[in-house]
T-cell receptor, first 115, second 113 residues
Framework: DTAVSQTPKYLVTQMGNDKSIKCEQNLGHDTMYWYKQDSKKFLKIMFSYNNKELIINETVPNRFSPKSPDKAHLNLHINSLELGDSAVYFC??????????????FGEGSWLTVV | SQKIEQNSEALNIQEGKTATLTCNYTNYSPAYLQWYRQDPGRGPVFLLLIRENEKEKRKERLKVTFDTTLKQSLFHITASQPADSATYLCALPGSSNTGKLIFGQGTTLQVKP
């Protein structure tokens, strides 16, 4: 019944490794997002997709690559992990692009720790 | 550039009192503003949306105001309860018409019994 589910919830990995976080939403929404929340609690958008099309791509290192196989899934792959990538990554979705004001539904977060 | 400011200091109040949280923004005029609640270890949950032509919006014990002249939104919780303890985030759309939301840092509310 979880609306936006992401896995894994916790991930501890070594510098230089490659890892993926998967996300699925069962709300029938057209738009999905990846947000990053750092240790100071700032929540910043990284990417958004609308019907599998990339809409927002913030200034994020090329090591981060989102992939949307269909509009219900948006995965995040991170190459060559660095210590500074340690954060909580939230997947989210909304009915549309939110231009006129849509509610965003967040997943529970994936805690990434790079050691 | 767009900037959102919320009081980073925690707000501690007694149960039953009204909690008031502030969100100030600069350098743009958003068409709407949203408030979210975030509990420790959880994702943010949407609470309220208020549009630029609305002065006030209510939902149960929650009330949000939006003053486009002052560039400020106030978020009130009346008759606060310990269960209201959480971090509250305000969010505004980015200036580009992409649906991007910019979040404030959040204010942590602690309601003591």
């Amino acid at each position: 019944d979880t609306a936006v589910s992401q896995t894994p919830k916790y991930l501890v990995t070594q510098m230089g490794n490659d890892k993926s976080i998967k996300c699925e939403q069962n709300l029938g929404h057209d738009t999905m997002y990846w947000y990053k929340q750092d240790s100071k609690k700032f929540l910043k958008i990284m990417f958004s997709y609308n019907n599998k099309e990339l809409i927002i791509n913030e200034t994020v290192p090329n090591r981060f690559s989102p992939k949307s196989p269909d509009k219900a899934h948006l995965n995040l792959h991170i190459n060559s992990l660095e210590l500074g990538d340690s954060a909580v990554y939230f997947c989210a979705s909304s009915p549309g692009q939110g231009i006129t004001g849509n509610t965003i539904y967040f997943g529970e977060g994936s805690w990434l720790t790079v050691v | 550039s767009q900037k959102i400011e919320q009081n980073s200091e925690a707000l501690n109040i007694q149960e039953g009192k009204t909690a008031t949280l502030t969100c100030n923004y600069t350098n743009y005029s958003p068409a709407y503003l949203q408030w979210y609640r975030q509990d420790p270890g959880r994702g943010p949950v949407f609470l309220l949306l208020i549009r630029e032509n609305e002065k006030e919006k209510r939902k149960e014990r929650l009330k949000v105001t939006f003053d486009t002249t002052l560039k400020q939104s106030l978020f009130h919780i009346t008759a606060s309860q310990p269960a209201d303890s959480a971090t509250y985030l305000c969010a505004l759309p980015g200036s580009s018409n992409t649906g991007k939301l910019i979040f404030g840092q959040g204010t942590t509310l602690q309601v003591k019994p």
